[in-house]
T-cell receptor, first 110, second 114 residues
Framework: QKEVEQDPGPLSVPEGAIVSLNCTYS??????FMWYRQYSRKGPELLMY????GNKEDGRFTAQVDKSSKYISLFIRDSQPSDSATYLC??????????FGKGTTLSVSS | KAGVTQTPRYLIKTRGQQVTLSCSPI?????VSWYQQTPGQGLQFLFE???????NKGNFPGRFSGRQFSNSRSEMNVSTLELGDSALYLC?????????????FGPGTRLTVT
């Protein structure tokens, strides 16, 4: 079983839709949870960073962590064509390297 | 504040050669990590350096090595290149390392081995 599982998609939605991106992880010791956005031919850009269970909101983006079910989510409200990218979840515990999901490719059409 | 920079951005090498990639972290950041990204395996951790010392190492062969200088700039070296080493190599910088410190990535170096 991989440590972090993420559906690769692709996911196609119309502009204005609510997008839900999800990952599951296997190690209950993971403490920190991140979402990165990666545009084609660019490096990953940190979108959201959370610690422990709960929700964190930043503009149109909401990150949700449920440690009891080892499930992490990213919601994008009012999606825009500029949101078209690959979204990577990542997690780790203190002092250890980030473990990434393989990424979900999102396409938002206008 | 300038972001993480990586040079060169693109590189084409022949099997058997060696290559050196460079990374300059965000000013004030002391931790530099290196990752390999391929379509099949995704992002995989290579190693992390903090204050010129390797602190963490991923599961890659000894052909992959790195170092960090006193100004926090880092280089990674791959010797005896294989076709499977073709990938996007990313470096990330952080104030003090892994969790809870955020990791910021550079644009990457795309290495093609022929």
């Amino acid at each position: 079983q991989k440590e972090v599982e993420q559906d690769p998609g692709p996911l196609s939605v119309p502009e204005g839709a609510i997008v839900s991106l999800n990952c599951t992880y296997s190690n209950s010791a993971f403490q920190y949870f991140m979402w990165y956005r990666q545009y084609s031919r660019k490096g990953p850009e940190l979108l959201m960073y959370t610690y422990s269970s709960g929700n964190k909101e930043d503009g149109r983006f909401t990150a949700q962590v449920d440690k009891s079910s080892k499930y992490i989510s990213l919601f994008i409200r009012d999606s825009q064509p500029s949101d078209s990218a690959t979204y990577l979840c990542a997690t780790n515990q203190a002092g250890t390297a980030l473990i990434f999901g393989k990424g979900t490719t999102l396409s938002v059409s206008s | 504040k300038a972001g993480v920079t990586q040079t060169p951005r693109y590189l084409i090498k022949t099997r058997g050669q060696q290559v050196t990639l460079s990374c300059s972290p965000i000013s004030g950041h002391r931790s530099v990590s290196w990752y390999q990204q391929t379509p099949g395996q995704g992002l995989q951790f290579l190693f992390e350096y903090f204050s010129e010392t390797q602190r963490n190492k991923g599961n890659f062969p000894g052909r992959f090595s790195g170092r960090q200088f006193s100004n926090s700039r880092s280089e990674m070296n791959v010797s005896t290149l294989e076709l499977g080493d073709s990938a996007l190599y990313l470096c990330a910088s952080s104030a003090r390392g892994f969790g809870p410190y955020e990791q910021y990535f550079g644009p990457g170096t795309r290495l093609t081995v022929t």
